[in-house]
Protein backbone atom coordinates (compact mmCIF):
# COMPACT_ATOMS: atom_id res chain seq x y z
CA UNK A 1 0.00 0.00 0.00
CA UNK A 2 2.85 2.44 0.78
CA UNK A 3 4.12 2.26 -2.81
CA UNK A 4 0.58 3.27 -3.79
CA UNK A 5 -0.67 5.87 -1.07
CA UNK A 6 1.03 7.85 1.67
CA UNK A 7 0.19 7.78 4.99
CA UNK A 8 -0.13 11.27 6.90
CA UNK A 9 -0.68 10.95 10.44
CA UNK A 10 -2.00 14.42 11.67
CA UNK A 11 -4.13 15.47 14.66
CA UNK A 12 -7.08 14.07 13.12
CA UNK A 13 -5.54 10.70 12.38
CA UNK A 14 -4.17 8.64 9.97
CA UNK A 15 -4.74 9.60 6.40
CA UNK A 16 -3.90 7.89 3.08
CA UNK A 17 -3.57 9.96 0.29
CA UNK A 18 -2.14 8.44 -3.08
CA UNK A 19 1.26 9.28 -3.84
CA UNK A 20 2.11 10.66 -7.44
CA UNK A 21 4.39 9.21 -9.70
CA UNK A 22 8.03 10.21 -9.60
CA UNK A 23 8.70 12.99 -12.03
CA UNK A 24 10.60 11.11 -15.10
CA UNK A 25 8.00 8.24 -14.46
CA UNK A 26 5.25 10.52 -15.52
CA UNK A 27 7.71 12.57 -18.29
CA UNK A 28 7.91 9.03 -19.88
CA UNK A 29 4.73 8.69 -22.14
CA UNK A 30 5.29 12.51 -22.99
CA UNK A 31 9.04 11.76 -24.20
CA UNK A 32 7.58 8.70 -25.66
CA UNK A 33 5.35 10.80 -28.17
CA UNK A 34 7.73 13.38 -28.85
CA UNK A 35 9.91 10.88 -30.40
CA UNK A 36 7.86 9.33 -32.28
CA UNK A 37 6.75 12.51 -33.38
CA UNK A 38 10.07 13.36 -34.28
CA UNK A 39 10.56 9.96 -36.35
CA UNK A 40 7.49 10.83 -38.45
CA UNK A 41 8.48 14.26 -39.03
CA UNK A 42 11.72 13.07 -40.23
CA UNK A 43 10.51 9.90 -41.96
CA UNK A 44 7.89 12.84 -44.23
CA UNK A 45 10.81 15.29 -44.86
CA UNK A 46 12.62 12.10 -46.28
CA UNK A 47 10.04 11.49 -48.40
CA UNK A 48 9.24 14.39 -49.53
CA UNK A 49 12.51 14.86 -50.63
CA UNK A 50 12.59 11.84 -52.73
CA UNK A 51 9.55 12.81 -54.28
CA UNK A 52 10.81 15.67 -55.32
CA UNK A 53 13.91 14.36 -56.75
CA UNK A 54 11.56 11.77 -58.44
CA UNK A 55 9.97 14.98 -60.14
CA UNK A 56 13.20 16.21 -61.20
CA UNK A 57 14.17 13.25 -62.60
CA UNK A 58 10.83 12.22 -64.36
CA UNK A 59 11.45 15.73 -65.79
CA UNK A 60 15.13 14.75 -66.96
CA UNK A 61 14.20 12.12 -68.76
CA UNK A 62 11.14 13.56 -70.29
CA UNK A 63 13.79 16.29 -71.62
CA UNK A 64 16.09 13.58 -72.49
CA UNK A 65 13.36 11.50 -74.49
CA UNK A 66 12.42 14.94 -76.37
CA UNK A 67 16.46 15.85 -77.39
CA UNK A 68 16.90 11.82 -77.99
CA UNK A 69 14.54 11.78 -80.52
CA UNK A 70 15.46 15.64 -81.92
CA UNK A 71 18.95 14.59 -82.61
CA UNK A 72 18.22 11.30 -83.80
CA UNK A 73 15.89 12.44 -86.31
CA UNK A 74 18.39 14.84 -87.18
CA UNK A 75 21.35 12.08 -87.53
CA UNK A 76 18.41 10.05 -90.18
CA UNK A 77 18.02 13.07 -92.25
CA UNK A 78 21.79 13.85 -92.52
CA UNK A 79 22.35 10.18 -93.83
CA UNK A 80 19.02 10.61 -96.08
CA UNK A 81 20.40 13.91 -97.76
CA UNK A 82 23.90 12.21 -98.29
CA UNK A 83 21.98 9.11 -99.73
CA UNK A 84 20.35 11.57 -101.84
CA UNK A 85 23.10 13.16 -103.11
CA UNK A 86 24.77 10.05 -104.19
CA UNK A 87 22.08 8.83 -106.13
CA UNK A 88 21.13 12.13 -108.15
CA UNK A 89 25.07 11.87 -108.62
CA UNK A 90 24.70 8.09 -110.25
CA UNK A 91 21.02 8.77 -111.82
CA UNK A 92 23.34 12.08 -113.86
CA UNK A 93 26.50 10.00 -114.51
CA UNK A 94 24.01 6.74 -115.92
CA UNK A 95 21.67 9.32 -117.99
CA UNK A 96 23.06 12.40 -118.71
CA UNK A 97 19.82 14.03 -117.60
CA UNK A 98 20.50 17.46 -115.13
CA UNK A 99 17.13 16.38 -113.36
CA UNK A 100 19.36 13.81 -111.34
CA UNK A 101 21.16 16.60 -109.93
CA UNK A 102 18.53 18.00 -108.11
CA UNK A 103 18.45 16.10 -104.99
CA UNK A 104 22.24 16.15 -105.48
CA UNK A 105 22.64 20.19 -104.29
CA UNK A 106 19.23 19.93 -102.24
CA UNK A 107 21.23 17.07 -100.37
CA UNK A 108 24.41 19.20 -99.51
CA UNK A 109 22.24 22.60 -98.85
CA UNK A 110 20.13 20.84 -96.61
CA UNK A 111 23.02 19.34 -94.72
CA UNK A 112 25.05 22.61 -94.38
CA UNK A 113 22.18 24.06 -92.43
CA UNK A 114 21.44 20.67 -90.35
CA UNK A 115 25.49 20.45 -89.04
CA UNK A 116 25.40 23.50 -87.30
CA UNK A 117 21.92 22.66 -85.27
CA UNK A 118 23.52 19.23 -84.78
CA UNK A 119 26.49 20.56 -82.80
CA UNK A 120 24.25 22.90 -81.19
CA UNK A 121 22.58 20.31 -79.85
CA UNK A 122 25.12 17.79 -78.78
CA UNK A 123 27.87 20.28 -77.53
CA UNK A 124 26.94 19.50 -74.07
CA UNK A 125 28.42 15.74 -74.60
CA UNK A 126 31.89 15.75 -75.39
CA UNK A 127 31.66 12.09 -76.58
CA UNK A 128 29.37 13.04 -78.96
CA UNK A 129 30.91 16.37 -79.75
CA UNK A 130 33.89 14.55 -81.24
CA UNK A 131 31.68 12.01 -82.99
CA UNK A 132 30.50 15.04 -84.68
CA UNK A 133 34.10 16.37 -85.46
CA UNK A 134 34.67 12.73 -87.22
CA UNK A 135 31.26 13.05 -89.10
CA UNK A 136 32.10 16.56 -90.35
CA UNK A 137 35.23 15.37 -92.65
CA UNK A 138 33.78 12.24 -93.38
CA UNK A 139 30.72 13.76 -95.59
CA UNK A 140 33.06 16.37 -97.04
CA UNK A 141 35.09 13.85 -98.44
CA UNK A 142 32.00 11.70 -99.47
CA UNK A 143 30.79 15.32 -101.50
CA UNK A 144 34.25 15.57 -102.44
CA UNK A 145 34.16 12.35 -104.38
CA UNK A 146 30.44 13.05 -105.98
CA UNK A 147 32.14 16.72 -107.27
CA UNK A 148 34.83 14.99 -108.82
CA UNK A 149 33.02 12.39 -110.32
CA UNK A 150 30.86 15.15 -112.07
CA UNK A 151 33.57 17.68 -113.19
CA UNK A 152 34.96 14.68 -115.01
CA UNK A 153 31.59 14.50 -116.64
CA UNK A 154 31.91 17.90 -117.63
CA UNK A 155 34.98 17.74 -118.71
CA UNK A 156 33.69 15.57 -121.42
CA UNK A 157 35.61 11.67 -119.73
CA UNK A 158 31.94 10.50 -118.55
CA UNK A 159 33.60 6.68 -118.23
CA UNK A 160 36.59 8.05 -116.26
CA UNK A 161 33.39 9.53 -113.82
CA UNK A 162 31.90 6.11 -113.90
CA UNK A 163 35.03 4.14 -113.72
CA UNK A 164 36.00 6.21 -110.42
CA UNK A 165 32.46 5.52 -108.79
CA UNK A 166 32.84 1.77 -109.39
CA UNK A 167 36.27 2.11 -108.01
CA UNK A 168 34.53 1.98 -104.58
CA UNK A 169 36.35 4.66 -102.69
CA UNK A 170 32.78 6.38 -102.58
CA UNK A 171 31.00 3.65 -100.93
CA UNK A 172 33.92 3.57 -98.61
CA UNK A 173 33.42 7.16 -96.96
CA UNK A 174 29.44 6.03 -97.66
CA UNK A 175 30.06 3.05 -94.88
CA UNK A 176 32.10 4.94 -92.38
CA UNK A 177 29.62 7.90 -92.48
CA UNK A 178 26.88 4.99 -91.55
CA UNK A 179 28.98 3.84 -88.85
CA UNK A 180 29.42 7.29 -87.05
CA UNK A 181 25.67 8.46 -87.01
CA UNK A 182 24.86 4.92 -85.84
CA UNK A 183 27.62 5.16 -82.73
CA UNK A 184 26.32 8.60 -82.47
CA UNK A 185 22.09 7.09 -82.34
CA UNK A 186 23.41 4.33 -80.14
CA UNK A 187 25.15 7.16 -77.68
CA UNK A 188 22.10 8.97 -77.30
CA UNK A 189 20.39 5.77 -76.34
CA UNK A 190 22.75 4.55 -73.82
CA UNK A 191 22.28 8.23 -71.85
CA UNK A 192 18.11 7.76 -72.41
CA UNK A 193 18.00 4.41 -70.51
CA UNK A 194 20.27 5.75 -68.13
CA UNK A 195 18.49 8.18 -66.80
CA UNK A 196 15.25 6.00 -66.79
CA UNK A 197 17.38 3.54 -64.78
CA UNK A 198 17.85 5.96 -62.59
CA UNK A 199 14.19 7.32 -61.77
CA UNK A 200 12.53 4.00 -61.62
CA UNK A 201 15.38 3.15 -58.84
CA UNK A 202 14.15 6.43 -57.52
CA UNK A 203 10.53 5.67 -57.93
CA UNK A 204 11.03 2.18 -56.06
CA UNK A 205 12.61 3.50 -52.99
CA UNK A 206 9.79 6.32 -52.67
CA UNK A 207 7.21 3.52 -53.13
CA UNK A 208 9.13 1.82 -50.06
Do not use: C
Amino acid sequence: MTGLFLIDRGRSGVVLRRARPPLLRRLGPLRTRLGLTTVGAMLLLLVGAANGLLLAWQSTVQHRITHTLSVDRSLMQVLADVLDSETGQRGYLLTGDPAFLTPYTAGLARITAELPLLEAELRASPTQAARLDALRPAIARKFAELEQTLALDRAGDREGALALVRAGGGKVEMDGIRRIIESMRMQEDEMLMGDQRHAHRIETLVGI
